[in-house]
């Protein structure tokens, strides 16, 4: 067969999410997951996906045209990706903003010496938000740029919450502010602040005896995570946190407003509305991954962003096909 052959590396949400986007798209094909856990303690969302440990993806790598990296961005991604991308094209969603050029350089020295592609930082945020970033300013060179994150599960914003005595359970929703989107879109294009931006909304259940007043009085005056922010508290029942709140949706808003000549606003307005953050992610990841295959094979090597990866190489149909079907 000439399918495209992807392992799956770390097997939390986002390699789930892979597992499942993998099976839409019938030019790839999966080859395993590869873990640094015990291959038989990690249960798949499809019984028949094999589990391998990572170990053993040494002997693979005729085995595999790329890897989907799925671990976090914290600690696995700077140290799994460049180790790698020695061996295999691959791409991975690092959405540590401040350190893409830092981990780009580890990548492209490990891709180039290694004479494989691996494209970084796919995904929404980074990824498809930071095109739509890059389109406006390049096409509307006067303007303004703005990013409105949300209706959005915040994870670091929901653990701060729960490290709260007498919190139970909890989750915290990040929203894009109606107000500062009327504006944007009005073509105001104003200077806004972080509170202006975004509001935040805390869904909390107590232990029992604990004071809501004061629980709410800590988490809206937390600094840094809900000071700064508008934020309202919801005190809920364990039974309605699980009933819910179990679901990751997220998404946002990329808005480009500038001018051609005076007084002639343009606008450019780019949305995602999520409802499984990390099944979106997962189908970005898989349509990169067909792409850096593709660049392996004609030969590019190299660390890419999605800046670099044209986008008719995302799509399974024939460049002919799209220039008939899509332009
Ligand atoms: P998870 O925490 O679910 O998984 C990360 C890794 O942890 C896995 O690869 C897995 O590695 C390990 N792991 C998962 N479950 C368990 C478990 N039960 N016990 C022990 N280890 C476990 O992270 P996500 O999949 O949710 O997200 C990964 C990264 O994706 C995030 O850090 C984030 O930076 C990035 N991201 C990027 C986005 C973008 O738009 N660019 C959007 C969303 C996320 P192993 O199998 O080897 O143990």
Same mark, same amino acid.
């Given at each position: 067969?000439?399918?495209?052959?992807?392992?799956?590396?770390?097997?939390?949400?986002?390699?789930?999410?892979?597992?499942?986007?993998?099976?839409?798209?019938?030019?790839?094909?999966?080859?395993?997951?590869?873990?640094?856990?015990?291959?038989?303690?990690?249960?798949?969302?499809?019984?028949?996906?094999?589990?391998?440990?990572?170990?053993?993806?040494?002997?693979?790598?005729?085995?595999?045209?790329?890897?989907?990296?799925?671990?976090?961005?914290?600690?696995?991604?700077?140290?799994?990706?460049?180790?790698?991308?020695?061996?295999? @094209?691959?791409?991975?969603?690092?959405?540590?903003?401040?350190?893409?050029?830092?981990?780009?350089?580890?990548?492209?020295?490990?891709?180039?010496?290694?004479?494989?592609?691996?494209?970084?930082?796919?995904?929404?945020?980074?990824?498809?938000?930071?095109?739509?970033?890059?389109?406006?300013?390049?096409?509307?060179?006067?303007?303004?740029?703005?990013?409105?994150?949300?209706? !959005?599960?915040?994870?670091?914003?929901?653990? &701060?919450?729960?490290?709260?005595?007498?919190?139970?359970? &909890?989750?915290?929703? @990040?929203?894009?502010?109606?107000?500062?989107?009327? +504006?944007? +879109?009005?073509?105001?294009? #104003?200077?806004? @602040?972080?509170?202006?931006?975004?509001?935040?909304?805390?869904?909390?259940?107590?232990?029992?005896?604990?004071?809501?007043?004061?629980?709410?009085?800590?988490?809206?005056?937390?600094?840094?995570?809900?000071?700064?922010?508008?934020?309202?508290?919801?005190?809920?029942?364990?039974?309605?946190?699980?009933?819910?709140? &179990?679901?990751? #949706?997220?998404? !946002?808003?990329?808005?480009? %407003?500038?001018?051609?000549?005076?007084?002639?606003?343009?606008?450019?307005?780019?949305?995602?509305?999520?409802?499984?953050?990390?099944?979106?992610? %997962? %189908?970005?990841?898989?349509?990169?991954?067909?792409?850096?295959?593709?660049?392996?094979?004609?030969?590019? @090597?190299?660390?890419?962003? #999605?800046?670099?990866?044209?986008?008719?190489?995302?799509? #399974?149909?024939?460049?002919?096909?799209?220039?008939?079907?899509?332009?």
């Amino acid at each position: 067969t000439d399918r495209i052959r992807v392992g799956i590396v770390g097997y939390g949400n986002l390699g789930r999410g892979v597992e499942t986007s993998i099976g839409l798209n019938p030019d790839l094909e999966l080859v395993g997951v590869f873990s640094r856990r015990d291959p038989l303690s990690v249960e798949t969302a499809r019984p028949e996906t094999p589990v391998f440990a990572l170990s053993e993806l040494d002997g693979l790598t005729d085995a595999i045209d790329v890897l989907i990296l799925c671990g976090g961005s914290r600690s696995d991604l700077p140290v799994q990706t460049p180790e790698l991308a020695a061996k295999f @094209t691959l791409v991975d969603s690092f959405d540590t903003h401040a350190k893409i050029p830092e981990h780009f350089a580890a990548v492209d020295a490990a891709a180039s010496a290694g004479g494989t592609v691996a494209v970084i930082s796919t995904g929404w945020d980074p990824g498809l938000f930071s095109l739509n970033r890059l389109f406006g300013e390049a096409i509307l060179p006067q303007g303004n740029t703005y990013t409105f994150w949300g209706r !959005g599960l915040s994870q670091g914003h929901s653990d &701060a919450l729960r490290r709260i005595p007498g919190v139970a359970g &909890a989750v915290q929703y @990040t929203l894009p502010s109606e107000r500062a989107i009327e +504006r944007v +879109r009005a073509g105001e294009n #104003p200077e806004l @602040t972080t509170r202006e931006q975004h509001d935040r909304e805390c869904f909390v259940v107590l232990e029992e005896g604990a004071d809501p007043e004061a629980i709410r009085e800590t988490i809206v005056t937390m600094p840094d995570y809900f000071e700064p922010y508008n934020t309202t508290v919801h005190f809920i029942s364990a039974e309605e946190l699980a009933r819910d709140h &179990a679901g990751m #949706p997220h998404g !946002g808003f990329v808005i480009r %407003s500038g001018e051609s000549s005076p007084g002639v606003t343009q606008t450019i307005e780019y949305r995602l509305a999520l409802d499984s953050n990390p099944e979106f992610t %997962s %189908s970005v990841l898989v349509a990169y991954a067909r792409a850096a295959a593709r660049l392996a094979a004609s030969g590019t @090597t190299g660390a890419l962003t #999605p800046f670099d990866v044209a986008p008719g190489l995302l799509s #399974p149909k024939p460049a002919e096909q799209l220039r008939a079907e899509l332009l």
